[in-house]
């Protein structure tokens, strides 16, 4: 695993694109303040820049570096959850541009898994994650039901947990309105 950080790491730093698991599905990811590199995950995904991708981050204390306010109730929500669990944040900041929803939020996630929790903890910014999948297409529950397209697109391809094969299920998605109510999208 060490050496797959160390190389996930170098592309990641120079602005290129991974393939990688997470504690959700596998995920096509980048540098989440790089706008060029998110640029490419949407090519690649063939999908418009008008629908936004979330990011992942280690440790809810970094959340405030890329949200104007963090409500008390995200916190706890993130303390509680039992699944991996996503929270829209409106007042998005810090990230690139063409992450950023048109009203302004961002879908950011606390990940448990040990991969991205070293990788992220080393790279010392949030990373893109959206689904291994052209857009449209079914997401890869595992890495065998990757499209050869996408493996081929990105510039590394994470070796941990290829193997793998249980299904991997998406994350809850709950959206904290600039009013700090709550609407669940997705259970």
């Known amino acids: 695993m060490h050496n797959d950080i160390k190389q996930a790491l170098e592309v990641l730093k120079k ?3 991974i393939l990688y698991p997470t504690d959700t599905i596998w995920g096509i990811g980048c540098d989440a303040t790089n706008v060029e590199a998110v640029k490419r995950v ?6 418009e820049d008008s629908k936004s991708m979330l990011v992942l981050m280690e440790n809810p204390n970094r959340i405030s570096s890329y949200v104007d306010e963090v409500p008390e109730i995200a ?6 959850a039992e699944k991996p669990t996503t929270i829209i ?7 690139a541009k063409n992450l950023i929803n048109s009203d302004g939020s961002i879908g ?7 991969f ?9 910014k949030p990373i893109v994650s959206t689904s291994a999948n052209i857009s449209g297409e ?5 890495f065998t039901e990757i499209n050869q397209d996408i493996i081929d697109a990105v510039d590394y391809v994470v070796e941990y947990r290829q193997n793998e094969m249980t299904k991997a299920q998406a994350s809850s998605i709950i959206k904290i309105g600039a ?3 709550i609407q669940i999208i997705r259970e």
């Open 15 to 17: 602005g290129g694109v």
């Open 42 to 47: 949407y090519q690649i995904k063939q999908r």
């Open 75 to 80: 916190l706890d929500l993130i303390e509680v």
């Open 89 to 95: 944040y409106s007042g998005a900041k810090n990230l």
């Open 108 to 114: 950011i996630r606390i990940t448990e898994e040990a």
């Open 116 to 124: 991205t929790q070293q990788l992220i903890q080393r790279f010392r």
């Open 138 to 142: 079914k997401p890869a529950q595992n």
């Open 179 to 181: 009013d700090w109510g």
